[in-house]
C-alpha cells in the first residue's frame, strides 16, 4: 500500500511539475490533480471488490489524470478565446470611438475655418441698410451659436471617452487581481 501511496503522490508531483513547465493554466493543473485523485479513489474501491486495489489505484489516478488534464484543457482553452473575443471587442470599439471624435474635431476645424473666412468677408464690406445690417448680425450670432453647440458636443465626447477609458482601465485591474488571487490560491496546493 505504501508503494502505491509513493507512485500516486509521484504522478501528482509530475503532473504539477508538467503544469509549471508547460504553461499549464489553472484549470487543467487542478482538474490533473483532482481528476488523479478522485480516480485513484474509483479505482480503489472497484480494484478492491475483485481483489487487486494497488493495480485498481494505479490505473484509476492515471486515468483519471488524463480525463482532468483533457477537461480542464478545454475549459482554459474556452476562457481563453472568450478573453480574446473579448479585448477584440473592446479594442475595436475604441478604435471606433477614435475615429468618431477626429471625424468630429475635423469637421469642427473646417467648420471653424468657414467660419473664420465668412467673417473677415463680412466684416470687411460696408452694408447701407440697417436690415441687412440686423440680417447679418442675426445670421453671425446663429454661427457662433452652431459652432458653440460643436465645441460642445466634442467637449462631450473627449469626456465620456475618458470615462469609457477609465471604466476599462478598472474592468483589467479588477480581472488581474482575481487572476491573482486564484493563481496564489491554486500555488498553495
Known amino acids: 500500500m505504501k508503494n502505491t501511496i509513493i507512485l500516486i503522490l509521484a504522478s501528482l508531483f509530475v503532473a504539477s511539475?508538467?503544469?509549471?513547465?508547460d504553461g499549464w493554466g489553472s484549470k487543467q493543473t487542478s482538474r490533473t490533480v483532482g481528476g488523479a485523485l478522485g480516480g485513484a479513489t474509483i479505482g480503489?474501491?472497484?480494484?478492491?471488490?475483485?481483489?487487486k486495489q494497488k493495480e485498481g489505484i494505479i490505473i484509476g489516478s492515471v486515468l483519471g489524470?488524463?480525463?482532468?488534464n483533457k477537461s480542464g484543457k478545454g475549459h482554459d482553452s474556452r476562457m481563453e478565446q472568450q478573453q480574446w473575443e473579448q479585448r477584440q471587442r473592446e479594442m475595436a470599439h475604441q478604435e471606433r470611438m477614435r475615429r468618431e471624435?477626429?471625424?468630429r474635431?475635423?469637421?469642427?476645424r473646417q467648420y471653424r475655418i468657414q467660419q473664420t473666412r465668412q467673417s473677415s468677408?463680412?466684416?470687411g464690406g460696408s452694408?447701407?441698410?440697417?436690415?441687412?445690417?440686423?440680417?447679418?448680425?442675426?445670421?453671425?450670432?446663429?454661427?457662433r451659436e452652431a459652432e458653440l453647440q460643436r465645441e460642445m458636443e466634442?467637449?462631450?465626447?473627449?469626456?465620456e471617452r475618458r470615462i469609457a477609458l477609465e471604466e476599462y482601465r478598472q474592468r483589467e485591474l479588477q480581472a488581474q487581481q482575481q487572476l491573482e488571487k486564484i493563481r496564489n490560491g491554486h500555488s498553495a496546493y
Open 17 to 21: 511539475s508538467l503544469s509549471a513547465n
Open 127 to 143: 452694408s447701407t441698410s440697417s436690415s441687412d445690417e440686423l440680417t447679418q448680425a442675426r445670421h453671425r450670432a446663429e454661427q
Open 121 to 123: 468677408s463680412t466684416f
Open 105 to 108: 474635431i475635423e469637421q469642427a
Open 154 to 159: 466634442i467637449l462631450r465626447i473627449q469626456q
Open 44 to 51: 480503489g474501491i472497484i480494484g478492491h471488490q475483485h481483489g
Open 65 to 68: 489524470m488524463i480525463i482532468g
Open 101 to 103: 471624435e477626429q471625424q
